[in-house]
């Protein structure tokens, strides 16, 4: 299973719509980690094949969407938040227990613009980035999750280039 991971799109779609565009068909599943969860609706519209999540950030005001969300992908549990909450700016401490305590495999989350991938917990800690507004030097960046089918996970930070393929940062 592939899963698509974007964050922090902040009403700037041109890149992400690109994303889905060269690499959606081979996607499983969508994941929006907020700021702007309007964002994750109107891809949603454009892309009706594909199954998306999402989540609120701390820039959204939707009344039905949620703070926090598991997703069931693959036979692993998928704990998707924006990070603010959680204070994701000064540790991952918080974060990381708190998914523990939710029973979640992995959490998903945005918030700061910087990518995270660590996979040495007992939870692994997955951010994409920002795909329209990247902070920390960092080109744009996205995420993709793949759980295989005997429950291994891998997580990939991907560099967004308009022009050229796609290349792994970093995971």
């Keep these: 299973m592939k899963i698509l ?3 922090d799109t902040h009403n ?4 992400a719509r690109e994303v889905l565009r060269r690499i959606g068909g081979q996607m499983d599943m969508v994941l929006h ?7 994750a609706m109107e891809l949603k519209k454009e892309f009706p094949s594909l ?3 999402y989540v609120l950030g701390n820039n959204d005001y939707s009344w039905d969407t949620p703070d926090k969300k598991m997703v069931f992908a693959g036979g692993k549990k ?5 990070g603010h909450k959680q204070r994701v700016y000064w540790n991952y401490d918080s974060i990381s227990y708190w998914a523990e305590e939710q029973g979640a495999d992995v959490v998903l989350f945005g918030h700061t613009h910087r990518p995270v991938y660590d ?3 007992r ?5 994409p980035g920002s795909i329209s507004m990247p902070r920390g030097g960092t080109p744009p960046t996205f995420g993709i999750l793949t759980i295989e089918e005997n429950g291994r996970m891998e997580g990939a930070i991907m560099e967004y280039h308009r022009d ?3 290349c792994r940062l970093k995971g």
Excluded: A
């Design 78 to 82: 998928l704990l998707l938040v924006h």
């Design 123 to 127: 939870v692994m800690l997955f951010n």
């Design 5 to 7: 991971v974007f964050s």
């Design 51 to 53: 199954p998306f999540h």
């Design 33 to 39: 980690l907020g700021d702007h969860d309007t964002d």
């Design 119 to 121: 996979d040495r917990g």
């Design 164 to 166: 050229m393929p796609f």
């Design 12 to 15: 700037y779609l041109d890149n």
